[in-house]
């Protein structure tokens, strides 16, 4: 690897590049881990950069009264409401607010938007300042998601107007970074005219490294680790361990929800990216991820990169990221399938080595933060005004 301590970040004609980070922020619901990690992946490998590079971080605020007020959804309307729509457009319009205040006083050269969910109305803003959304998932692929329309249905009268608004901005977008090929080919398909180059942030991998099993003769550990139990999959999961669970095989949990524990269930309280939780995946023997709402899943990478096979679901970019070597997807909800996969790894400790070592080979290969950060900076420089 090279030594990224003595690459130069790229120059302007007027001196050193100043870069706006903003980031999606806290709304509502709280802030997504995955937004964490990003931050997380930057402070890892951005020191490492010549100092000649100057970055601004900044995040939309949470909503004001009058912003969730207008966001509120009209139940007795259902989706017919436009609220997906209006929800959107008011975090865009903080976000649209916030980048011309900056424009203003710290005047970047060019702006980073994690996501484009904030995104929408910063078309006429990019003729001062080029902004580049990084997508995990589109917008409206995530509002497909969660509202449970199959991605082959045609599109809801009430989602159109989002995805004209998205189509505009990432047609207007200087670049658009996509964090997997699957994402880059959504983006092909709703906005054809956008540029769009393929990059993950990456992860810091120097934090996250297999370690060596004791020998069998214990309870095989299995890790599920979520903010949303449910939505994530943790009931399906104990489902699927069963009758096996707490006898033959433990289930460590992380995630902010209260949950009814059974025998051979641990819960821990770990953050994302913190040492405790880097210990959890380090002494897996598997992943299990079983969720029905997701679109890049910061974790499993990070169990890839600790050398633990996954089983996780055929949704968003996940078995793009397994790469069909460091783990099993599964259907969504199917919970024999699940079963099976999960007893498939519990059985071979060769299939599960393999898998381990497959998944941290892909992750140096595509998810390292200090080799994927300086290409993103290359790539926002070829950009900046």
């Not at 007027?14 to 931050?39: N, W």
């Not at 989002?162 to 200087?174: F, G, I, Q």
């Not at 964090?179 to 709703?190: E, F, G, N, V, Y």
């Not at 069998?216 to 939505?231: C, D, I």
Request: one cysteine or more.
């Amino acid at each position: 690897m090279p030594d990224l301590k003595a690459r130069m970040a790229p120059e302007l004609p007027h001196g050193p590049m100043k870069v706006l980070f903003l980031d999606q922020g806290r709304t509502t619901s709280g802030t997504a881990m995955g937004h964490v990690r990003v931050q997380h992946a930057l402070a890892a490998a951005l020191p490492g950069l010549a100092t000649d590079l100057r970055t601004v971080r900044s995040e939309v605020p949470a909503f004001t009264l009058a912003q969730r007020l207008f966001a509120r959804p009209v139940r007795s309307l259902h989706g017919w409401d436009l609220w997906a729509v209006r929800w959107h457009l008011a975090r865009s319009w903080a976000a649209r607010q916030l980048v011309k205040r900056s424009i203003v006083t710290t005047r970047p050269d060019v702006a980073h938007i994690t996501t484009d969910q904030v995104a929408l109305l910063l078309s006429d803003v990019q003729d001062n300042l080029p902004c580049v959304p990084s997508l995990d998932i589109l917008t409206l692929d995530w509002v497909r998601l969660v509202q449970r329309i199959p991605p082959e249905a045609a599109l809801p009268a009430f989602l159109r107007p989002l995805a004209y608004l998205e189509r505009r901005a990432l047609e207007r977008a200087p670049l658009c970074i996509a964090w997997t090929a699957t994402i880059a080919d959504s983006i092909a398909r709703l906005a054809p005219k956008a540029k769009t180059e393929i990059l993950h942030p990456g992860l810091d991998l120097e934090t996250l490294r297999p370690i060596r099993k004791p020998a069998v003769g214990r309870p095989m550990r299995v890790l599920f680790v979520g903010g949303r139990w449910q939505a994530k999959g943790g009931p399906a999961l104990v489902r699927a361990l069963r009758p096996e669970l707490g006898s033959r095989v433990t289930l460590d949990v992380v995630t902010t929800e209260s949950i009814d524990v059974a025998d051979g269930m641990y819960v821990h309280a770990a953050k994302p990216g913190s040492a405790d939780l880097a210990d959890l995946f380090a002494r897996a023997d598997i992943f299990c991820l079983p969720t029905s709402a997701d679109a890049v899943p910061w974790v499993v990478l990070e169990a890839m990169a600790s050398g633990v096979p996954v089983v996780s679901t055929r949704i968003g970019s996940i078995p793009e990221m397994l790469g069909g070597q460091a783990g099993l997807a599964v259907e969504p909800g199917d919970i024999d399938g699940l079963r099976r996969a999960l007893h498939t790894l519990l059985e071979d400790a060769e299939l599960r080595t393999s898998m381990g070592e497959a998944g941290r080979a892909r992750a140096e290969e595509l998810y390292d933060a200090r080799k994927n950060t300086p290409e993103l900076i290359d790539r926002l420089a070829s950009v900046a005004k």
